[in-house]
């Protein structure tokens, strides 16, 4: 995938980033009828986020806007393989969220009454269900569970080759190694970007840089709120099959679940700095083992196998930053991920709508990068991370 041909000289529309985001909004766009689709990657096939991840697709949030963004992008990937004719893997084996603390319960309530609104296919299990889906769960730790029997995993070398593929029989010219390193204007509009010398005339640019959001947003002269920041996950040695749905342990910002060769993935949150390093660290390890060995004890004999880290962009209220730049004609924005692994597919359908056809979906539209400005956040309390600011 390294390709040492020279650039083109003009674009329709060049990606900056060549992540499940970059890649979905070019499948898209091609898909389409755009032509001429170029995608820049600074690294190597998926040597960002998108290739670090947990693999999780969680198809419902807690707040309405999360949620029906969320459940589109979960429907499309249950139809994924199909679309990108492609095995994309997805495993349609749930998604538990536990409650421990009574709080927590409580805002696992009020989220029933958000997916009846939206339509979402979830329950609050009881006792007895919560010990059929989830058998080696402390059980006396539990509070509440909601469940989400259309949610699931996917493994990410499946759908990154997937979106690849089909991106390339479509005619999509994708470079890695191949770092933006200016977005030029004139006359106050995109009008080409370059990778060192080379120079590619374009009058449309997205941004699909991940962790490197808000120094391309620099480059292209705008702003654009949130940071970089490190997340770490680890895989347990091959378990006999012990945890079915994917987890998500609210309580303790940790997520899990049990790949089909036993190993368990996931990870969890701590209270420190976050970094822009891709240095996996000890506390990470020793809070998610915790997490891991006390809510499923069971696990005690399994070792660690290995840990890594990511590096992901995070906006103020934790939601994608999504649309075109108010600031900047030509310059469309897709940042602010930390679910942007289980969003991939809607933001690259919504997205190329808007880019191709300039219709502003309304499931993208609280999203927009401009929404701090206008005091406008989305406030979502179901999700596993914290803020440092
Ligand atoms: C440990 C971990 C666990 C996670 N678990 C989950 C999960 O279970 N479910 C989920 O939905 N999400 C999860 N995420 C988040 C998810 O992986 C990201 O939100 C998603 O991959 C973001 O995709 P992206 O395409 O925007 O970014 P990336 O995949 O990071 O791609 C951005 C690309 O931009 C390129 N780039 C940057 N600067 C330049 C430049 N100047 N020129 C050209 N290219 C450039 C980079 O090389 C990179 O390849 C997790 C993340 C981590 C790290």
Redesign the pocket.
């Known amino acids: 995938m390294i390709q040492s041909k020279p650039l083109p000289k003009d674009a329709e529309v060049v990606i900056?980033?060549?992540?499940?985001?970059?890649l979905s909004i070019a499948f898209n766009l091609a898909d389409m009828g755009m032509r001429n689709i170029l995608v820049?990657?600074?690294?190597y096939w998926q040597?960002?986020?998108?290739?670090?991840?947990?693999?999780?697709?969680?198809g419902a949030f807690s707040s309405p806007e999360w949620t029906r963004f969320f459940a589109h992008s979960s429907k499309l990937w249950i139809g994924l393989s199909k679309r990108l004719g492609q095995n994309v893997m997805y495993s349609q084996r749930g998604y538990t969220q536990i409650a421990e603390q009574n709080s927590t319960a409580q805002m696992l309530q009020r989220t029933m009454e958000v997916h009846k609104d939206c339509g979402i296919n979830s329950s609050i299990l009881t006792d007895a269900e919560l010990r059929r889906v989830l058998p080696a769960l402390a059980h006396e730790r539990v509070s509440a569970a909601l469940h989400l029997p259309d949610s699931g995993c996917a493994p990410h070398h499946a759908a990154m080759y997937a979106y690849h593929k089909a991106c390339e029989e479509r005619g999509v010219d994708i470079r890695y190694r191949?770092?933006?390193?200016s977005i030029d204007n004139s006359g106050g509009k995109i009008s080409g970007v370059c990778v060192g010398e080379s120079r590619v005339n374009t009058q449309i640019v997205v941004l699909?840089?991940?962790?490197?959001s808000n120094?391309?947003a620099q480059?292209a002269g705008v702003p654009l709120d949130g940071y970089p920041m490190r997340?770490?996950?680890m895989a347990l040695e091959p378990t006999r099959p012990l945890i079915g749905p994917a987890v998500a342990l609210l309580d303790r910002l940790c997520?899990m679940h049990q790949t089909p060769r036993g190993e368990v993935v996931g990870?969890a949150e701590v209270a420190e700095r976050p970094q822009n390093t891709l240095n996996a660290d000890v506390p990470v390890m020793a809070a998610t083992a915790k997490a891991y060995l006390e809510m499923f004890p069971q696990l005690g004999e399994a070792r660690i196998l290995r840990q890594?880290?990511?590096?992901?962009?995070i906006s103020k209220d934790f939601g994608p930053l999504m649309g075109a730049h108010h600031q900047m004609p030509g310059l469309f924005i897709?940042?602010g991920?930390?679910?942007?692994?289980?969003?991939?597919p809607a933001a690259g359908e919504l997205m190329a709508k808007l880019i191709f056809k300039g219709e502003l979906d309304d499931r993208i539209k609280p999203f927009a990068v401009d929404r701090f400005e206008r005091n406008k956040p989305v406030v979502e309390p179901g999700i596993v991370l914290r803020h440092f600011d």
């Open positions: 900056v980033g060549g992540g499940i985001q970059g820049l990657d600074a690294g040597g960002g986020a998108s290739g670090r991840n947990g693999t999780l697709v969680r191949s770092e933006v390193t699909a840089g991940g962790a490197e120094s391309l480059l997340l770490e996950a997520y990870g890594w880290a990511g590096l992901v962009h897709s940042a991920w930390c679910y942007g692994y289980a969003g991939g």
